[in-house]
Each structure stands twice: as structure tokens, then as C-alpha cells.
């Protein structure tokens, strides 16, 4: 059951508030919502890097994370295609274990998380990357779909507006 709006304070960007308030405003009953209860014409300012990630399992075993919708953003910020792939084939750099706990604790405990890194992506780091995961549910309670939102933001301009982010360009 969804309870409490600690998250939201903690994020920096506007549209991470954005996009939760509108993840919050679907969540009826407490329950989490499903993705027919998100729609792609609300969200117009988002799609060009939304992502849609669902945990699968492979094997029998070690749970993966297969990107099953891309915004056409990302398409620019990988260089590539990323629908359809799993999370350990993407070319997230350094960064595939961070990824995979995010999204981990996101359907484990059924709950948003947000925050902000350096990316790890050739070529782009020197860009921060905030970013949002929200958990979808076909019963409203496990987790069956994981939204995403990034924002890639220029090092140089984190630090003039951010002060206190100055940690992500080191």
C-alpha cells in the first residue's frame, strides 16, 4: 500500500516531482497503478526518455530487467535501441549493479525511488542523470512493470544551479 510523500521531498528537478504527483494521482485505494492506469497523452513533456522495465526471470533463477518500451530520447543518449534488451546487455558503463539495486528495491519493496548519479554511458560523463523509478502492478499490490524517467543534465550546469551537487562532478 502506498503511504507518505517523504520521496518527493527529496527530489531536485521539478519534473521528477512532476512525474511522481502524476504516479500518486493513479494510486486509488493506496494501491499501486497499473499501466492502463498511466496515460501516454498526460505525460506528453515525459515520453522522449520515459522507459517502461519489467523483472522477468530467466532460468529459473537470477532475476533480470528487460527494457520493454524506450523513449526516443534514450535512443540518443545510448546510441542505440535499448527496447527489448535486458538490463545486463545494456551499455550502462559502471553503472549495471547500481541499476540492477535500484529496480531491485523498487519491486521489492514495491515503492518509488529517486535520485541522481554521473552518468556512466561512453561519452556522457559529463552529464548527471536524475532519474525516477515507479512501480506498476496488475493487482495493485506486486510489482509486475517499473516506470522510468531520466533527465540528463550537463555537470557544468548541475554545479551552477545545485551547489550542494558538486559530488556528482567528482
Known amino acids: 500500500m502506498i ?4 520521496l518527493r521531498h527529496q527530489m531536485i528537478l521539478p519534473e521528477q516531482q512532476a512525474l511522481y504527483d502524476y ?10 497503478p497499473s499501466r492502463d492506469d498511466i496515460d501516454p497523452a498526460e505525460l506528453g513533456e515525459f ?8 523483472p522477468v526471470s530467466v532460468d529459473g533463477g537470477d532475476d ?5 518500451l524506450a523513449g526516443t530520447d534514450l535512443y540518443k543518449i545510448y546510441k542505440q535501441e535499448i527496447t527489448g534488451q535486458f538490463l545486463s546487455d545494456m551499455p550502462t558503463g559502471s553503472r549495471r549493479a547500481y ?15 529517486a535520485g541522481a548519479v554521473r552518468s556512466a554511458i561512453s561519452g556522457k560523463s559529463h552529464m548527471a542523470q536524475f532519474w525516477i ?4 502492478s496488475c ?3 506486486s510489482v509486475t512493470m517499473v516506470l522510468g524517467f ?3 543534465v550537463k555537470l557544468s550546469e548541475v554545479a551552477a544551479s545545485q551547489p550542494a551537487l558538486e559530488k556528482l562532478s567528482a
Open 3 to 6: 503511504t507518505g510523500n517523504a
Open 23 to 32: 504516479w500518486r494521482s493513479k494510486c486509488k485505494g493506496g494501491n499501486i
Open 47 to 54: 515520453l522522449p526518455t520515459i522507459s517502461l522495465v519489467e
Open 64 to 68: 533480470k530487467y528487460q527494457v520493454r
Open 99 to 113: 541499476w540492477k539495486r535500484v529496480l531491485g528495491r523498487v519491486v521489492e519493496q514495491a515503492k518509488p525511488s
Open 133 to 136: 523509478r515507479l512501480p506498476l
Open 139 to 141: 493487482d495493485g499490490e
Open 150 to 152: 531520466d533527465k540528463f
